[in-house]
């Protein structure tokens, strides 16, 4: 069944044009994999499909609802419930713990405080980071931090994840534990996943794969220009 | 990578002689062993043989008489097919790839290698899925996902030529024809 569906979504920075006309649907518990070079649009369409982003024309319908019609308020309240959203660069808070970062979405969500880190602690030992639940970023390695950011995005147990080159900024076997660990808990769950990446190794822990180029779908799947 | 679909390649611009295959053969796949005048020969003869080629005349410009050799429809036919396939997804096939690259330009068009290219794309993407649903798959051993890697790693490395020599197919177009 679909989950999220983008028509015809157009954005442009000023009179740069970033995205001209993307279809893509996602279906319940589906990973897809966004790739292509740098500059082809593919974080910014992730930017507008988990509404953090306006889109200048299109229609981004998730559950048949097209939140491109809601106000900055419900989308960041869909944000928090019912997304999850990760990064290259894990963004934990500096000043937080590991524990009170992965909490710190069940908290928005309305939480109790107690609840809330039995979460944090039960999803960071499923990332193999509980022994850090009392560490701040700064004391962690980067691929610690990135585990850490990996249970903040699914602590909420979001129907949809969003992650935009979330093994960028690690080396190959730390990347691919984060990432298995993460396509394996979105798998039990039943998430879906758009997987923002330029990497082949990557995209094939997709379902399927949309390849774009100058901001529009390639059907070559190449993104290359002839 | 087939000395026999290469020789049908170099033959669909028109008809060429022996010595003329091999010195083409050579010059177009700098990166491949150069070709023994005894193998064009033994290859011309079986693609005669089964009806891919046939003789088209005798040559004797200055010096020992040459047979040429010309596709039949079968041979095209053949050629076209070969163009059509891809190769089997496994390590060490760049080789490969770029003879059917080269070739595709040489028989047809730009459109024609681009079209292999892609297509190889899709093929090559459908195993690295594959080899990492073996490697992410709850049964895996630490041998599986070792050996899954090294075909992941090489066939990455494919992938990454494939791209880059897609923007190159026009200039590469340009210097096989000339």
């Known amino acids: 069944m679909t989950l999220l569906t983008g028509t015809a979504i157009t954005k442009s920075y000023g009179t740069t044009p970033a995205l001209r006309g993307i279809d893509l649907t996602v279906g319940?518990?589906?990973?897809?994999?966004?790739?292509?070079?740098?500059?082809?649009?593919?974080?910014?369409?992730?930017?507008?499909?988990?509404?953090?982003?306006?889109?200048?024309?299109?229609?981004?319908?998730?559950?048949?609802?097209?939140?491109?019609?809601?106000?900055?308020?419900?989308?960041?309240?869909?944000?928090?419930?019912?997304?999850?959203?990760?990064?290259q660069f894990g963004q934990l808070v500096p000043e937080l713990t590991a524990a009170e970062n992965v909490a710190l979405p069940l908290l928005l969500a309305g939480s109790g405080r107690r609840e809330a880190r039995a979460a944090a602690l039960v999803w960071l030992d499923r990332f193999g980071v509980a022994d850090l639940a009392d560490k701040r970023p700064g004391a962690m390695?980067?691929?610690?931090?990135?585990?850490?950011?990996?249970?903040?995005?699914?602590?909420?147990?979001?129907?949809?994840?969003?992650?935009?080159?979330?093994?960028?900024?690690?080396?190959?076997?730390?990347?691919?534990?984060?990432?298995?660990?993460?396509?394996?808990?979105?798998?039990?769950?039943?998430?879906?996943?758009?997987?923002?990446?330029?990497?082949?190794?990557?995209?094939?822990?997709?379902?399927?794969?949309?390849?774009?180029?100058?901001?529009?779908?390639?059907?070559?799947?190449?993104?290359?220009?002839? | 990578m087939s000395t026999a679909h290469v020789l049908l390649g170099l033959l669909a611009g028109g008809p060429r002689h022996g010595y003329?295959?091999?010195?083409?053969?050579?010059?177009?796949?700098?990166?491949?062993?150069?070709?023994?005048?005894?193998?064009?020969?033994?290859?011309?003869?079986?693609?005669?043989?089964?009806?891919?080629?046939e003789q088209s005349g005798q040559d004797q410009e200055s010096g020992p008489?040459?047979?040429?050799?010309?596709?039949?429809?079968?041979?095209?036919?053949?050629?076209?097919?070969?163009?059509?396939?891809?190769?089997?997804?496994?390590?060490?096939?760049?080789?490969?790839?770029?003879?059917?690259?080269?070739?595709?330009?040489?028989?047809?068009?730009?459109?024609?290698?681009?079209?292999y290219l892609t297509a190889q794309r899709a093929a090559h993407m459908t195993r690295l899925r594959e080899l990492t649903s073996i490697k992410t798959a709850s049964g895996a051993t630490v041998g599986d996902v070792i050996a899954a890697d090294y075909a992941i790693g090489h066939l990455d490395a494919d992938l990454r030529w494939l791209h880059t020599t897609l923007a190159r197919v026009a200039d590469l177009q340009k210097e096989v024809a000339a």
Request: hydrophobic share 40%; net charge negative; charged share 25%.
């Open chain 1, 141 to 226: 390695s980067g691929g610690e931090q990135q585990r850490c950011a990996v249970a903040r995005a699914l602590v909420t147990e979001p129907r949809v994840v969003f992650a935009d080159e979330p093994t960028g900024a690690l080396d190959q076997l730390n990347g691919e534990q984060v990432l298995g660990a993460m396509v394996q808990a979105v798998r039990e769950q039943g998430t879906s996943v758009v997987l923002v990446t330029h990497e082949a190794p990557i995209a094939a822990y997709a379902d399927r794969e949309i390849v774009l180029r100058d901001g529009a779908v390639d059907p070559t799947g190449l993104g290359v220009a002839p």
């Open chain 1, 28 to 87: 319940e518990g589906e990973i897809v994999a966004v790739t292509g070079p740098s500059g082809c649009g593919k974080s910014t369409l992730l930017h507008c499909l988990a509404g953090i982003l306006r889109a200048d024309a299109g229609e981004i319908r998730y559950r048949d609802q097209d939140i491109g019609l809601w106000s900055e308020a419900a989308r960041s309240r869909l944000r928090r419930t019912e997304f999850g959203v990760l990064f």
């Open chain 2, 20 to 53: 003329d295959l091999k010195r083409a053969h050579d010059e177009r796949l700098p990166q491949a062993k150069p070709l023994a005048f005894g193998q064009v020969y033994a290859t011309l003869g079986r693609l005669e043989r089964d009806g891919f080629v």
């Open chain 2, 65 to 115: 008489e040459r047979t040429s050799y010309v596709l039949t429809e079968a041979g095209r036919t053949r050629l076209d097919e070969w163009l059509t396939e891809v190769e089997p997804p496994a390590p060490h096939v760049t080789s490969a790839l770029f003879s059917r690259v080269v070739v595709a330009l040489l028989a047809a068009d730009a459109d024609r290698a681009r079209a």
